[in-house]
């Protein structure tokens, strides 16, 4: 019976215990790791969004040198998240917006993919400031000269250029996998 006791108490320590700390990934505002989405684009579609009573739009473009390539052959699925959540995710020259309640808030994008390296190597976070009726425009870029650490940035958009962009991409609509 001691026996027993001891390797419950042992198995229960802290040691044991499941990390609840979030990754530096969900600390810079990214969603859980295993989130994967499936993602459509219409090239067709160029929607602007209303923002809701209380709430903020915030825009995020697709805009490293992979999405403006001529030919692509599986096109990499970057997500989207804001204070540890995922809102959405994207592919190619694509564009997708989402609300957010006013406040400080966190932003970041990480590529979608099985190995942890591409996860973190192909991830960028900012942090913004939200008013309620107001909209935020954001893209991914290439770093000019990009580093094994730094792939990806997210930059601040210009609203007037926003609205070109708007007219040049997809829209992208995308669904968490079960």
Request: with cysteine; proline share 7%.
């Amino acid at each position: 019976m001691l026996k027993i006791i001891l390797v419950a108490i042992f198995f229960a320590s802290p040691a044991f215990a499941q990390d609840q700390t979030p990754t530096g990934l969900q600390a810079a505002g990214c969603g859980p790791d295993k989130t994967t989405f499936n993602v459509e684009i219409d090239k067709k579609v160029h929607t602007i969004g209303q923002p809701v009573d209380g709430k903020a739009l915030v825009y995020v473009f697709a805009d490293e040198v992979g999405d403006n390539a001529k030919l692509v052959v599986g096109p990499v699925i970057t997500r989207i998240g804001v204070d540890g959540q995922w809102m959405g995710a994207f592919k190619l020259k694509s564009y997708l917006y989402f609300p957010v309640d006013g406040g400080d808030h966190r932003l970041c994008v990480s590529q979608q993919s099985d190995l942890k390296s591409r996860r973190e190597k192909y991830a960028a976070a900012t942090t913004f400031t939200a008013e309620s009726g107001k909209a935020y425009y954001f893209r991914t870029m290439t770093p000019d000269h990009p580093r094994p650490d730094n792939w990806v940035k997210i930059v601040p958009v210009d609203p007037a250029q926003a609205q070109l962009m708007i007219a040049q991409a997809a829209l992208s609509t995308s669904k968490p996998k079960n």
